[in-house]
Nanobody, 122 residues
Framework: QVQLVESGGGLVQPGGSLKLSCAASRSLFSIDAMGWYRQAPGKQRESVANMTSGGSTNYVDSVKGRFTISRDNAKNTVYLQMNSLKPEDTAVYYC????????????????WGQGTQVTVSS
């Protein structure tokens, strides 16, 4: 089991910045990947950014160059630094943890945070 606690959401003007935090209940090295998803009203949930335990990262095209995912292993915490925010970034942002279980094959389990609201408006 992995418990995830998110914080850092809020209201920000276009062009502003926010930093989201996701504290995990176990070492990030024991988690295959950490990521951030978002969901706007009436829209499907989409992957925004993720990072593997080895440090590899990837981003959805719409946030490349503006968002950065990072981690602090000592604090078991993953961050999402969001710069140059746009109104279309408005959504509930969810932290995700994926763990790998290897027996005969590798299977994965996903855990989710409660979500934090990000609103970009003038």
């Amino acid at each position: 089991q992995v418990q995830l606690v998110e914080s850092g959401g809020g209201l920000v003007q276009p062009g502003g910045s926010l930093k989201l935090s996701c504290a995990a209940s176990r070492s990030l090295f024991s988690i295959d990947a950490m990521g951030w998803y978002r969901q706007a009203p009436g829209k499907q949930r989409e992957s925004v950014a993720n990072m593997t335990s080895g440090g590899s990262t990837n981003y959805v095209d719409s946030v490349k160059g503006r968002f950065t995912i990072s981690r602090d292993n000592a604090k078991n915490t993953v961050y999402l630094q969001m710069n140059s925010l746009k109104p279309e970034d408005t959504a509930v942002y969810y932290c995700n943890a994926r763990t790998a279980v290897v027996v005969l094959t590798t299977t994965y389990e996903d855990y989710w945070g409660q979500g934090t609201q990000v609103t970009v408006s003038s």
